[in-house]
Every structure is written in structure tokens, then in C-alpha cells.
């Protein structure tokens, strides 16, 4: 079985488009199978090519981000969309969180983070640029508490470090358990919350108090 990992970049400026590649083409185990300059030839590509990742501008002619976003999701929904774009504002974060992306990079992210963002989802992790932390804790002011099932100790322990951002394998090593065990833990109070993913739980836990906005702002 083949360890590269196939990226798509949809980004309409043809520049960026070549920066993309040439950061990517030093990255190990990856291969760029396709680019296209908006959301609809992208979507006509998705018949041809099977990419793995996809990094995908939002504000393209055409055809956006968003609306390519959701029809390529229904095409493949296991496809992992990581957005990148200039955009920070939460009116475009919110929409994309619930179109199920796995990501979301600003394009002023330096190197290492395009990197660091495309090896967590290749692992089946999310990631989103500390920056977004803030606009994450701005919406959650938004909703109203409820009830929540109680948490054991160590569901508690591996939520906070979830917030903090680690990895499944970065939390094992840090709590001496397997991988699987740390999963298991991380299904489990997804199942508790009620929440699609690793984000939404973010989300939910601040809004809960189970976790408070300074603790997150200081984890970036």
C-alpha cells in the first residue's frame, strides 16, 4: 500500500498556486496531482483525479470555496479539505466547520505551518491556525449552556489536551497509554457531547466552562 499522499490546490492566483507547490514539493510522502483555478473545475476534476488532501481558497470566480466545499463532500465524503485563505473572519470559519472541513490555515501562516497543518490531517487529525482560537471563543459567547453527562477524570485530562491542540500520538506519549486508548477517549466524549468533531468539542467545552476562553487564548 502507498504511503504518498495525493493534494489538490484550488486557488485562483496563479502565484500563490506555485508557492503552494514548491512548499509541498519538499515535503515527504506527498505528490500534487492537480491544481485548478476555481471551485468548478475542480469539481470536474474530482471525476478523474483522487486526491486525499485538498487545499482550497475561499473567494475564487466562478465557483467559491464554500459552495466547492460542500458539493465535493457529497461527491466524497471522505475527502479532507483543508481551507486556506486570507479570510480570518468567523462568518467564513463557522460555515466551513459545519461543511465538515478538516482544516482552516490563514494564508499569512509561515511554512512549517502549512506543513504542520497538512501532516495532522494526513494522520486523520484536525487543525486550524492558533489564530483561529480567538474567533472560536468569540462565537461561543453566542450560545447558551446546557447539560452535560459527567466527565471521569482522565476524559477531563485528555479533553484539556485536545484544546491544547496535541495530536493523538503527542497525548499518549504524554500520558504513558497507546494511540488506540487515546482514541477511545476521544470517541467517548465526542459521544458525550454530542459533537461531529474535535473543533465542535473545542467549542462545546468552552461554552460549558469546562475549559475557560483565557486557557485556550494561552494555548496558542
Do not use: W
Not at 475564487?60 to 465524503?77: F, R
Not at 481551507?83 to 480570518?88: Q, S, V
Amino acid at each position: 500500500m502507498s504511503n504518498i499522499t495525493k493534494i489538490m490546490i484550488v486557488e485562483d492566483h496563479a502565484i500563490f498556486r506555485e508557492g503552494l507547490k514548491r512548499v509541498i514539493g519538499q515535503m515527504k510522502d506527498l505528490e500534487i496531482i492537480g491544481e485548478a483555478e476555481n471551485g468548478e473545475i475542480f469539481l470536474s476534476l474530482l471525476n478523474n483525479v483522487k486526491p486525499d488532501i485538498v487545499l482550497m481558497d475561499i473567494k475564487m470566480p466562478v465557483m467559491n470555496g464554500i459552495e466547492a466545499t460542500e458539493k465535493a463532500m457529497k461527491l466524497v465524503p471522505a475527502l479532507k479539505i483543508i481551507i486556506l485563505t486570507m479570510y480570518g473572519e468567523e462568518e467564513y470559519l463557522f460555515a466551513m466547520i459545519k461543511k465538515g472541513i478538516f482544516g482552516y490555515v490563514l494564508k499569512t501562516a509561515k511554512t512549517f505551518e502549512i506543513e504542520s497543518a497538512i501532516n495532522a490531517v494526513r494522520m486523520g487529525e484536525h487543525y486550524y491556525s492558533p489564530e483561529i482560537n480567538g474567533l472560536l471563543a468569540k462565537k461561543i459567547r453566542q450560545y447558551t449552556t446546557q447539560e452535560i453527562e459527567t466527565f471521569t477524570p482522565r476524559e477531563n485530562q485528555i479533553l484539556h489536551f485536545l484544546c491544547k491542540g496535541l495530536s493523538t500520538l503527542e497525548i499518549s506519549n504524554q500520558l504513558h497509554i497507546s494511540t488506540r486508548t487515546v482514541e477511545g477517549y476521544r470517541s467517548k466524549l465526542l459521544e458525550k457531547t454530542n459533537q461531529p468533531n474535535v473543533t465542535n468539542l473545542i467549542i462545546f467545552a468552552i461554552r460549558n466552562k469546562l475549559i475557560t476562553v483565557e486557557e485556550l487564548e494561552d494555548m496558542k
